[in-house]
């Protein structure tokens, strides 16, 4: 066997493509891992192109590289994909898996082996790594194709949702564009998306041990993996926007929401965020007294960065006199930002409401209690 053969016997390369595809092969090695140089290189790269970190590497680059056929792209990531259902516990998964899912999806080839080998690479991503995030470019339209596919089933969509929303590794901090676009996908229907976030509003950690049910089977390393991961704290406030957008009652949602200790554990101050944001965006259709009585609920629930964002809220709409009682807050942290804020509105400094929704817009750093 040589690279040559492989090549070939693999993916049924052309003789005129072997030569580009060795380059490429080498290219990609080279550049990205500590592939040994030296004597007959070419030669031993086929031994490392049976392994999956290698061959996902090589891949990403074929698939945009004009000169090679479709049918050697297709055969490609397939081939990347579905290695990954074979994988040893704790072995790497080709890096790509998006980019290579869209591709297929893009030209039509995307099959239910490639969703079980996107599934399966994406439980087994190393945790502290970066090299494996993907472009939005790539993961959305692999999000489409994957949604799409008439072999998804309702509740493999909802675990698949999940597994890639707690993939760091792969989709980065781009979190929060991935949920909002899979929220707004037509292929998905309502009840689905809306299962979706009552889990990402309940659940900090999507798969508890022992408790979520995977619609495929899943061995208990698997279900190990998957019990550490957190849903990043964007999803879980922007969760609680799409809740009411898909059809929960808004008021409801925020009577239960702006409770203490309603929403337990990590991300539960990003749960409350997310409702203050719910609050500032139907404040116009909620009658006065029930929506004042939701900000002072607001103002006094236990974390310190939610308190603070009522009181911005409450500046909007209400003016001085709200923010006043930010200078009778529980934290000293809280009581000298509102003293210099209201020191500030005395001097004539005022905030225009542009201002105020930028302040309101501001990320939650996730794990910000007391």
């Known amino acids: 066997m040589d690279t ?20 490429m092969a080498m290219a990609a090695l080279t550049e990205s891992t500590d592939f040994p140089l030296g004597t007959n290189a070419e030669e031993r790269l086929w031994r490392y192109l049976q392994y999956p970190y ?27 994909l579905q290695i990954n259902m074979h994988l040893d516990q704790g072995q790497e998964p080709g890096p790509g898996l998006f980019s290579l899912t869209a591709w297929l999806s893009k030209n039509n080839f995307l099959k239910r082996e490639d969703y079980l080998g996107l599934r399966r690479g994406l439980i087994w991503l190393p945790r502290l790594t970066d090299s494996y995030i993907e472009d939005l470019e790539h993961v959305l339209p692999a999000c489409e194709g994957v949604f799409s596919h008439p072999d998804v089933q309702r509740t493999e969509a909802i675990e698949l949702i999940l597994m ?54 899943t061995s208990a390393q698997e279900q190990d993996r998957l019990s550490i991961r957190f849903l990043p704290g964007n999803v879980r406030r922007r969760s609680v926007i799409w809740l009411a957008r898909l059809g929960r009652d808004p008021h409801e949602l925020l009577k239960r929401l702006l409770k203490p200790n309603t929403v337990r554990g990590y991300g539960g101050d990003q749960v409350a965020s997310g409702a203050l944001d719910l609050l500032d965006e139907k404040w116009e259709e909620l009658d006065d007294k029930p929506r004042l009585a939701l900000l002072r609920k607001a103002a006094d629930l236990p974390d310190t960065a939610v308190r603070k964002r009522a009181y911005i809220l409450g500046e909007k709409y209400k003016g001085m006199d709200f923010l006043k009682q930010s200078l009778d807050d529980k934290a000293k942290s809280l009581r000298e930002w509102a003293k210099e804020r209201l020191d500030r509105r005395e001097n004539g400094e005022m905030p225009t409401i542009e201002e105020l929704n930028m302040e309101l817009a501001e990320e939650l750093e996730d794990g910000d209690e007391d």
């Open 164 to 217: 890639i929303l707690t993939a760091k590794e792969a989709i980065g901090a781009q979190g929060k564009d991935i949920f909002d676009h899979l929220m707004s996908l037509n292929c998905l229907s309502k009840s689905l998306k809306r299962e979706v976030c009552q889990i990402v509003v309940d659940n900090p950690i999507p798969f508890p041990r022992g408790e979520f049910e995977h619609p495929l089977e």
């Open 54 to 80: 290698y061959l996902g590497l090589f891949a990403q680059r074929v698939i945009h590289a004009s000169g090679i056929s479709k049918p050697v792209k297709e055969k490609l990531c397939h081939a990347v």
């Open 4 to 23: 040559s053969t492989f090549l070939k016997k693999h993916l049924d390369a052309t003789d005129e493509e072997i030569p580009r595809l060795s380059e």
